[in-house]
């Protein structure tokens, strides 16, 4: 399964594919290069995620993550 990169614009999440590697070390060094090349008026998020294909990637990056529970409160 590859990972796929992706650029995130919000307010609404818009979703656009950047690219797509075979190994999360060219992912990952692909993704820190393009974050320095933001400047400081970029508006959007650049993210790595594995998955199946990029429909799956799409809904994975779209899926609410419930909060991690605060230091202290039972799991």
Known sequence: MPYF???????F??????DSFPNFKEASA???TVRTGM???DNYTVKVIFAENELQAED??????EPEPMTGEDY
Not at 5 to 10: C, D, F, G
């Open 5 to 11: 990169v992706y650029k995130i614009t919000p307010p």
């Open 13 to 18: 999440k818009q979703l656009e594919k950047i």
């Open 30 to 32: 692909f993704a820190k």
């Open 39 to 41: 400047s400081a008026g």
């Open 60 to 65: 994975l990056l779209n899926q609410v993550r």
